[in-house]
């Protein structure tokens, strides 16, 4: 948690208790009541194990051996963590593949784990955990989330509490998010999981590390991409390296919230949508995070100018909030407590690129 008085009101409100909501998606009148949209249903009251290794991802307490049929896996284009670095793994019952049918949002089958362990300099501080409990997405309960706090030791973890998450975690400044918080991010897209996906798993990985390729040599796609629709997606060959980093940075750190299927998708923040679209990357004009930024203007919190302003990134309200650290203009909304300075960088090198 930041140290500093006014912000961390602004964010104490925005991550505990609170329901998260800014201007755009709370209901008339609403500054800090109840979420209607990401409360904790109890249908997974049933379901929370107490431990890390209670959910299957290791052998032992201390996570120093990963079960054999667990894979590990890093997409391309990663949240930025305020510098923590990360592991990523995912597991699928045997037998099960994933409903691809929509390349752009992929279903998984019921009983999928996924996780991810954040690490703040040397000390191992969460590992996150998410589960399907039941087939529809859309349902209530339908995924499970929940963290563990590594304790000291770093040999054993406990649940952290889904209601508040912890601040400053094992001694860092990191912060566990709360179970709401889980969801705002996550339920802005329909099938729940946003870092598998194809767009960020399309690249040739490290040694190790599941990519598209080797799940789709594996057969855990049920369509897979063919040469047809695939089985690759390039951006269009025009695309510049700093058009590719930029849109690969805002579809994975922006596009979660900001795409057609999320909640905070509205005339209010624009019809802005910064998540790529295996459909829409033929030119780079038809890229949604070009198209529906170069040409339209901010219309919430008085930052009513141009989003995007080819040639002047400081006269754009993208790049105003992503240096803003005040809820409810810092973008992304919440998740960090610094500013990302080579997110940022690569922004800037996008908006200040010749036309
Ligand atoms: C600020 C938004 C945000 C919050 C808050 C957040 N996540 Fe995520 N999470 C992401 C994004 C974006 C990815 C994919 C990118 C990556 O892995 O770097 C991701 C990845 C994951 C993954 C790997 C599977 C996937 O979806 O790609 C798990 C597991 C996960 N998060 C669990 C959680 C849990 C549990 C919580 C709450 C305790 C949580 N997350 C809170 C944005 C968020
Ligand atoms: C957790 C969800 C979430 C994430 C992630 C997120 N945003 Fe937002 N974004 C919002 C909300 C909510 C608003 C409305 C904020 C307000 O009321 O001022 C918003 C507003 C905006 C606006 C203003 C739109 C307008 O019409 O005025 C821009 C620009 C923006 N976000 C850019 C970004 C960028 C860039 C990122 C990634 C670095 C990002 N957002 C990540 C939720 C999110």
Known sequence: ?????????????????????????????????????????????????????????????????????VREYAPQYQLYADGSTKRRWIWLPPGTTIDT????????????????????????????????????DAAPGAWFYASYEWNAAQNATTLASPQMGVPDANGTQHDI???????RCHEGVPGRVLGFQAISLDFAAPAGQLDLADAIA?????????????????????????????????HANCGGCHNPQAPVYSALTSNMSLRLDVTKLGTVAMIPARATTVGNNGTVSGMNGPIVAPGNPGGSVMIMRMNSLTFPTKMPEIGTETTDPAGIAAITAWINQPP
């Open 218 to 250: 594996a057969n855990l796609l049920s369509a897979p991409p063919s040469p047809t629709n695939g089985p690759y997606f390039p951006f269009p060959a025009a695309a510049t390296v700093a058009d590719r980093t930029a849109f690969g940075y805002l």
């Open 101 to 136: 049918t929509d390349m752009n949002h992929w279903k998984f089958p019921v009983g999928t784990k996924v996780w991810k362990e954040f690490t703040r300099g040397t000390v191992r501080v969460e590992t996150r955990f998410m589960t399907k409990l039941s087939s529809d």
């Open 177 to 183: 998010p709360s179970r709401s918080n889980c969801r």
């Open 1 to 69: 948690m930041r140290s500093w008085g006014s912000v961390v009101i602004a964010l104490a409100l925005a991550a505990c208790g609170d329901d998260g909501k800014s201007v755009v998606d709370a209901p008339a009148g609403d500054s800090d009541g109840p979420c209607t949209t990401c409360v904790d249903t109890g249908v997974d009251a049933p379901f929370a194990p107490t431990t890390l290794a209670d959910t299957g991802l290791c052998a032992d307490a201390a996570c120093t051996t990963v079960q054999t049929d």
